[in-house]
């Protein structure tokens, strides 16, 4: 499970970086789909001003004590 959570991880925060963010539809949260067999997964997730910038702003003085919070 954990390098499930991994890989969900990077996906988010690369579609964070791409810049493509509809999440004012979910209340300021990502959803994301996800599929194993026959289950089926939501997972809403959601970070702060601070964890953006880190993120996408290299010369950013923002430093990293934020987090991606994540619910499945």
């Given at each position: ?15 964070i ?21 026959m ?20 010369e ?13």
């Amino acid at each position: 499970m954990e390098k499930i959570q991994l890989q969900e991880t990077a996906e988010l925060v690369g579609w964070i970086i791409s810049g493509n963010h509809p999440e004012q539809l979910f209340n300021g949260h990502k959803l994301m789909v996800s599929q194993d067999g026959m289950e089926i997964f939501l997972t809403f997730a959601r970070m702060d001003n601070g964890y953006h910038e880190y993120l996408v702003n290299k010369e950013s003085s923002a430093k990293c004590g934020s987090f991606l919070r994540m619910n499945t």
